[in-house]
């Protein structure tokens, strides 16, 4: 059952932007990104499901150059816009779909890789579905509580109006700070051993 | 966990171009992104306790025979922490213990899922011994994965002492048919040289260091032309000592760890070592090349010596020899010897020198390990003669006259009645 859920959130989360291009009126982009990066999800489907991160990663990078030759800056300077989409700001918000189904296709891969090593070493199967499904619910848990609150706070962010930064300052803030977290959850990372059973 | 692993060091790398990206296209949705990505960070960071586990084993007994089920109950409790553990009891692959037994029912690894709550697990296995020997409880290993990779992967078992000794199958014969059973009294073929002093003379010889000086005789010492010290001998309490050598060398070994000569050597061994205590003989016990040695008694307690001797015997990788120390001891011991081995054209002259040295009658159980090994590929074994015959013909011509050879073929006939064969033998001589 927890199988299903993850690659169903593997599979649809990816295409979300696009079904929302297509809504508001992108058909050709919208279609062309649903064909791309169905495509993606069929080839991974013909190599066992397990490579269905391929898909997020499309998606998401197919919706940050939408975005990008869409809005702001760039097709300020160039004079053209790749498309004109009537609420950007949903498009843009859907990009949270790709991210949450990429972190989901990866905890597949690992439950995939770890439900045939352990069957192989002599686990027995449905303790080891149940202790996987267990662990892939509370990953789901977090990923989901994750995607609510930020939401949430975004809401409360431009609801309230707390900060009025401009945007490079926010860049550089922003920058500064992902980049120091990233390397200490790399470090973190690092430090961990890769001990076989 | 390699996997969700580089899912988290995506999302520490995406907010830095979710952040260029914002800048770029003035868009505040990508907010939202860049706080989840956050988000899922603080989560991960925030369940980065190392887990205390605490685990406990039980075997239900520590003593069994060959063939027989040990049930083995593992308990886990696990406080604290965040992830996947790997718990696998006794057996461990690579040790003794997983060479001596075998699964039966349910599995000896388990995978526990530790999330926000405490988790305790009982799990139950059933073991069966399908080797001989002595082993040492190991205990319980663990490795402990953190799905995030902010713990480091731990390792850690904890260790039980104790030891579960695995005893040979042996036959118990409740009695023996009157024709086969020894006479009462004293034997007039080689009498006991251990056991106490009797009053009954038996001869006068040399003094031998460690003999008793009250049984000097000062009037044959005076008489001796050498000038040597002379002792009278008396006859010992007890019926007669039987040596049993048991062949521990690379012959012994063909087939599988669990069958082959040496195993079913083993079990005849103590069948037999366990009837003729019964019946007063004093029994001893040489494992030759180098092995154990059991000086011989008749008390009730021989044979629990015998059998710790042979639970921890494993067998040499050296061919056949019995050293000349032995050889002596044996032979000054005036004993009826029983050698079990697998005679082949490689150990037959080396048979042949130990039963000569040994001055006294011997029988040779020769254990054929041909079709049990064919038992194995076949299924069915052919108890035909052509194993013996092919034996006789070849190799059993090259004995002494003095040795008498019972072939046993341990795939077609039982212990019981290799050892009413053995009796049977050893009363024709008794006569």
């Not at chain 1, 490579?51 to 097709?75: D, E, F, K, T």
């Not at chain 2, 000086?213 to 039987?242: D, H, P, Q, S």
Request: overall charge positive; hydrophobic content about 45%; proline content about 5%.
């Amino acid at each position: 059952m927890m199988r299903l859920a993850l690659i169903s959130v593997s599979v649809i989360f990816p295409l979300l932007p696009f079904i929302a291009l297509l809504a508001q009126g992108s058909e050709a982009i919208g279609l062309a990104g649903i064909a791309l990066v169905g495509l993606v999800e069929a080839l991974s489907a013909a190599r066992r499901g397990e490579n269905l991160n391929h898909a997020s990663w499309s998606s998401l990078i197919l919706v940050m150059l939408i975005s990008l030759l869409s809005q702001g800056y760039i097709p300020y300077l160039l004079h053209v816009a790749l498309t004109s989409v009537q609420n950007i700001a949903v498009f843009d918000a859907s990009m949270l779909f790709p991210q949450y189904s990429l972190v989901v296709s990866y905890i597949y891969k690992s439950y995939s890789r770890y439900a045939r090593e352990l069957s192989i070493k002599g686990f027995e199967e449905g303790e080891v579905s149940a202790e996987l499904n267990s662990l892939a619910g509370s990953l789901l848990i977090i990923l989901s509580s994750a995607a609510a609150a930020s939401i949430a706070l975004y809401c409360a962010i431009t609801s309230f109006r707390l900060f009025g930064v401009d945007p490079f300052t926010a860049l550089i803030t922003a920058s500064a700070f992902f980049i120091l977290t990233a390397r200490y959850i790399i470090n973190r990372i690092k430090g961990s051993h890769n001990v076989q059973f | 966990m390699r996997e969700i692993i580089k899912a988290m060091v995506i999302l520490a790398m995406i907010p830095a171009f979710m952040a260029l990206l914002a800048t770029v296209t003035a868009s505040r949705p990508y907010i939202m992104p860049l706080i989840f990505s956050l988000l899922v960070i603080f989560a991960a960071l925030s369940l980065s306790e190392k887990p205390r586990i605490a685990l406990s084993l039980e075997f239900d007994k520590d003593i069994v025979h060959l063939g027989e089920e040990v049930s083995v109950k593992v308990e886990v409790s696990i406080h604290e922490g965040y992830g996947l553990i790997m718990i696998r009891g006794p057996p461990i692959p690579r040790t003794d213990m997983a060479e001596g037994f075998e699964l039966v029912k349910g599995t000896n690894v388990h995978v526990v899922f530790k999330g926000f709550r405490q988790v305790h697990r009982e799990y139950e296995y059933v073991l069966r011994a399908v080797k001989r020997g002595s082993y040492p409880v190991e205990g319980v290993s663990f490795v402990y994965y953190h799905p995030f990779g902010i713990v480091e992967d731990t390792e850690g078992s904890v260790k039980v002492s104790g030891v579960i000794k695995v005893l040979p199958r042996v036959k118990l014969i409740s009695r023996l048919p009157a024709r086969v059973r020894p006479k009462e009294g004293v034997p007039s073929f080689s009498p006991s040289r251990l056991g106490s002093y009797s009053t009954e003379f038996w001869s006068v010889r040399e003094y031998v260091v460690g003999y008793p000086y009250k049984f000097i005789n000062w009037k044959a010492t005076a008489r001796n032309a050498g000038g040597n010290l002379m002792v009278n001998e008396y006859e010992r309490e007890g019926v007669r000592t039987i040596a049993l050598l048991m062949d521990g060398s690379l012959w012994m070994r063909y087939g599988s760890d669990v069958e082959n000569p040496l195993e079913y050597g083993i079990s005849l061994v103590l069948s037999l070592s366990r009837v003729f205590l019964r019946y007063g003989y004093s029994v001893g016990l040489w494992v030759f090349p180098k092995g154990a040695k059991v000086p011989p008694s008749p008390d009730s307690d021989q044979y629990y010596r015998l059998l710790r001797a042979l639970v921890e015997f494993r067998g040499f990788s050296e061919i056949l020899t019995l050293d000349e120390a032995a050889i002596r001891r044996i032979a000054g011991l005036k004993a009826i010897a029983l050698i079990v081995t697998n005679v082949t054209a490689g150990n037959v002259g080396e048979i042949s020198r130990i039963s000569e040295e040994l001055r006294s009658r011997a029988l040779i159980v020769d254990i054929i390990p041909d079709t049990i090994l064919m038992k194995n590929i076949v299924g069915d074994p052919p108890c035909g003669k052509w194993f013996v015959r092919d034996r006789v013909e070849g190799v059993y011509g090259r004995l002494p006259a003095s040795v008498k050879v019972i072939t046993w073929d341990p795939a077609c006939e039982g212990v019981g009645s290799v050892v009413a064969k053995i009796h049977r033998h050893m009363m024709v001589w008794d006569q």
